[in-house]
């Protein structure tokens, strides 16, 4: 049987987004702690919680390979010390327009659910950008846009912060 899950995008819904730039060292990682109250939601409503999320800054030489999945062990650890177990990081780390797992293409999440048997009509992706929205449709997500500006938005829900998205995401998954 096929589980469902909710996809979460990194920079700006799991941690504090760096502007332009990139997270290049743990220290400069802040984790939102919205999304933690978020993903324990999710989880205790019974869905997988999983990161999709582009790091271009590899391909750029702006970090390594190494210093990234670095960084991202030490998210799930912080994670797992706050009762939140991930099922998964699924990262597009090459240039635009170079592969088919870079958001807004559905890459990311088609490989999380032929990986682990997720049912992508039952999962939501959740971003705050239009292009996190692009790529849950377009793998046939539900979605969930995080953002404080008044924008036309194709997504399925809109909500001004990750404090509102905690606060309602125990109704919108039932």
Same mark, same amino acid.
């Given at each position: 049987?096929?589980?469902?899950?909710?996809?979460?995008?990194?920079?700006?819904?799991?941690?504090?987004?760096?502007? !332009?730039?990139?997270?290049?060292?743990?220290?400069?990682?802040?984790? &939102? !702690?919205?999304?933690?109250?978020? +993903?324990?939601?999710? +989880?205790?409503?019974?869905?997988?919680?999983?990161?999709?999320?582009?790091?271009?800054?590899?391909?750029? %030489? &702006?970090?390594?390979?190494?210093?990234?999945?670095?960084?991202?062990?030490?998210?799930?650890?912080?994670?797992?010390?706050?009762?939140?177990?991930?099922? %998964?990081?699924?990262?597009?780390?090459?240039?635009?327009?170079?592969?088919?797992?870079?958001? !807004?293409?559905? %890459?990311?999440?088609?490989? +999380?659910?032929?990986?682990?048997?997720?049912?992508?009509?039952?999962?939501?992706?959740?971003?705050?950008?239009?292009?996190?929205?692009?790529?849950?449709? +377009?793998?046939?997500?539900?979605?969930?846009?995080?953002?404080?500006?008044?924008?036309?938005?194709?997504?399925?829900?809109?909500?001004?912060?990750?404090?509102?998205?905690?606060?309602?995401?125990?109704?919108?998954?039932?």
């Amino acid at each position: 049987m096929k589980q469902k899950c909710v996809f979460f995008d990194r920079d700006g819904v799991v941690n504090v987004s760096p502007g !332009p730039g990139y997270v290049e060292r743990w220290e400069d990682f802040h984790l &939102i !702690p919205e999304f933690v109250a978020a +993903a324990r939601c999710a +989880a205790a409503k019974g869905y997988a919680v999983v990161i999709a999320t582009n790091q271009r800054g590899v391909a750029r %030489g &702006i970090m390594s390979q190494k210093t990234l999945d670095a960084m991202h062990a030490k998210l799930r650890s912080a994670l797992s010390e706050q009762g939140v177990e991930l099922l %998964g990081i699924f990262c597009c780390t090459h240039e635009r327009d170079s592969c088919d797992c870079r958001k !807004p293409l559905p %890459g990311l999440l088609l490989q +999380a659910a032929s990986e682990h048997a997720i049912d992508l009509t039952s999962s939501w992706m959740i971003g705050d950008k239009e292009t996190d929205v692009a790529a849950g449709r +377009a793998a046939g997500c539900h979605t969930i846009l995080v953002s404080g500006l008044p924008a036309e938005s194709e997504a399925d829900l809109t909500v001004g912060t990750m404090a509102e998205l905690a606060a309602s995401l125990d109704s919108i998954l039932g």
